[in-house]
């Protein structure tokens, strides 16, 4: 008897939203990493440095040498401004996001993506601190991304803040 009480109130109810007032949802906001790109211009020089000093890196280690991806760039940059803005070298956002959802903020395939990130001293004296025997030396090195990405910010406190994206385009 309660059971059947009890789902004629559910069914009433659903029925009295079916005729009811319409609610609206806000809209979605734009994606988290649109806005974090917005908010600095960076240093393209340093950057082109960055992607030009992994790119060596990896020629004079035999592996190919990855295409620029302007995606991939802007993933890179939004991320070293962020990182700048908050003052840590650091692959999670101030926001929660990852590389993965960086990439989808900009319609870029998440398989295979990888970010690698540092601050303070020159383009090439990262990459080469990226390139000791590890973790980071694997994914500078790896066979499995095609593309790169980079952005280099000067943070207020003069330290340069340094991204890079690696990815494999794989629609």
Not at 32 to 48: S, T, Y
Not at 148 to 154: E, L
Request: charged letters at 15%; aromatic letters at 2%.
């Amino acid at each position: 008897m309660f059971r059947s009480s009890l789902s004629l109130v559910c069914l009433m109810s659903l029925s009295a939203c079916a005729t009811g007032p319409m609610i609206s949802l806000p809209e979605t906001a734009p994606a988290a990493e649109e806005a974090l790109a917005a908010q600095c211009a960076g240093n393209p020089e340093q950057g082109a440095r960055l992607g030009a000093a992994v790119n060596a890196a990896r020629a004079a280690d035999g592996k190919t040498v990855l295409a620029q991806s302007e995606a991939l760039d802007t993933i890179a940059l939004s991320h070293a401004c962020d990182m700048a803005q908050q003052g840590r070298a650091d692959v999670a956002g101030s926001n929660g996001s990852n590389v993965v959802d960086r990439a989808r903020s900009v319609g870029y395939p998440t398989c295979g993506v990888a970010q690698l990130v540092g601050s303070g001293g020159t383009p090439e004296g990262t990459v080469a601190a990226w390139t000791v025997p590890g973790p980071q030396r694997e994914q500078v090195m790896g066979q499995l991304s095609y593309e790169i990405g980079s952005g280099v910010v000067q943070g207020a406190d003069g330290r340069l803040w340094h991204s890079v994206v690696l990815g494999n385009d794989c629609q």
